[in-house]
């Protein structure tokens, strides 16, 4: 018998042949049926092979972009397929505890429409870089004070809407940009986001993290950018 998702989970990857299959086995121990759609960004390591992989044992449903397009790009192909009726996004590292999907959908089965869960609800992050942290509280000020908004964690990589609320939301930026942009549009749209608090490690540049600090800047454009967007 089929079993219909509860959550579409959507993974970007590039480069993570290390890891990607062992978040893809963590998801598929939460305790509720999903949909795993995994967006390869034209990888050079290997990856896609471990992705067909899954695909082909029908762990996860892939798409392969010719080459590479960024984050943004990679989401924006994902939300076109999703069938369940909320979405989050996971990275393809082991970052983020998947198992935190729990309490924030819990969030959404209580009626919210939006749940980003904030790695500073539970004291400092661990092994979040300096620049990272610096770069995070200062981005995540500028956007309160632009939007009115209460966020402790605006690059979280854990954001997950009910899929109606992305109905009407087109994602224009191709890279890490698509952070500030999907929430600006979804304040600008009149939802609240709730935040859970969520286990995060961070993982250092050589072990292949990919966001640098000249996206802080592209953030900062785009937090400006959509402040008097609208439908």
């Not at 959507?10 to 759609?37: G, R, S």
């Not at 995994?38 to 290997?46: H, K």
């Not at 990272?132 to 956007?143: E, K, Q």
Request: with cysteine; proline share 5%; hydrophobic share 45%.
């Amino acid at each position: 018998m089929t079993v219909t998702p509860k959550l579409a989970v959507v993974i970007p990857v590039y480069n993570e042949l290390h890891t990607l299959e062992a978040i893809v086995t963590k998801l598929h121990l939460l305790p509720f049926a999903i949909e795993v759609i995994v967006v390869d960004d034209a990888s050079t390591d290997g990856t896609r092979a471990v992705a067909q992989r899954l695909a082909d044992t029908h762990q996860i449903q892939l798409i392969c972009h010719p080459h590479n397009q960024g984050k943004g790009a990679a989401i924006r192909s994902a939300l076109g397929v999703v069938q369940a009726p909320v979405v989050v996004i996971q990275d393809a590292d082991l970052e983020y505890d998947p198992h935190d999907f729990v309490a924030m959908l819990a969030k959404i089965d209580a009626g919210a429409d939006v749940v980003y869960g904030t790695r500073f609800g539970r004291g400092m992050p661990k092994g979040m870089l300096l620049s990272h942290f610096v770069a995070n509280r200062l981005l995540t000020l500028c956007f309160n004070l632009s939007y009115g908004s209460h966020l402790s964690d605006l690059e979280t990589c854990y954001k997950m809407w009910r899929t109606t609320v992305l109905a009407g939301i087109s994602i224009d930026n191709d890279r890490f940009d698509i952070d500030p942009e999907l929430t600006a549009k979804v304040v600008r749209s009149g939802y609240t986001i709730h935040e859970v608090p969520v286990a995060y490690q961070g993982r250092p540049y050589r072990a292949g993290k990919k966001i640098r600090p000249r996206d802080a800047f592209s953030a900062l454009v785009a937090i400006w950018r959509y402040r008097h967007w609208h439908k």
